[in-house]
Nanobody, 123 residues
C-alpha cells in the first residue's frame, strides 16, 4: 500500500500562486510514478501533471503548461505542484496519485490516491 496526503490548497486571487504538497508513505515509493489530477464541480477528474520518481517523464496537461511545475524531493518522499498565474478555471479539488504501470494521463492507471485538497481561485 502507498499512502498519499495532499496539503497546500486554499483560496487565492486570480494571478496568484499556490504550492501543493503530496507526502508519500508505505511501500517503496521509488517504484512508483506520481501524478496530479483535479476535479472541478460537475466535471470529470482530469490529468494535470506527472513525474517519475527518477525525476524524468515530466508531462503536463495543455491547460497548465507553462504555469504549473511538478517536482519531487526523494529524501523526503514528497511531490510538489507549483501553480502560478492561477485563473478561476483552475478551481478544483486537486489529487495526488501513484501508479506502477499504465498510461500517465489515465486516472485508471493509478491505484493509490490521496484525499484531495481544495483550490479556489477568485476573479
Amino acid at each position: 500500500q502507498v499512502q498519499l496526503v495532499e496539503s497546500g490548497g486554499g483560496l487565492v486571487q486570480a494571478g496568484g500562486s499556490l504550492r501543493l504538497s503530496c507526502a508519500a508513505s508505505g511501500r517503496t515509493f521509488s517504484n512508483y510514478a506520481t501524478g496530479w489530477f483535479r476535479q472541478a464541480p460537475g466535471k470529470e477528474r482530469e490529468f494535470v501533471a506527472h513525474i517519475r520518481w527518477s525525476g524524468g517523464s515530466i508531462y503536463y496537461a495543455d491547460s497548465v503548461k507553462g504555469r504549473f511545475t511538478i517536482s519531487r524531493d526523494n529524501a523526503k518522499n514528497m511531490v510538489y505542484l507549483q501553480m502560478n498565474s492561477l485563473t478561476p478555471e483552475d478551481t478544483a479539488v486537486y489529487y495526488c496519485a501513484a501508479r506502477y504501470s499504465g498510461s500517465y494521463y489515465s486516472k485508471g492507471s493509478y491505484p493509490y490516491w490521496g484525499q484531495g485538497t481544495q483550490v479556489t481561485v477568485s476573479s
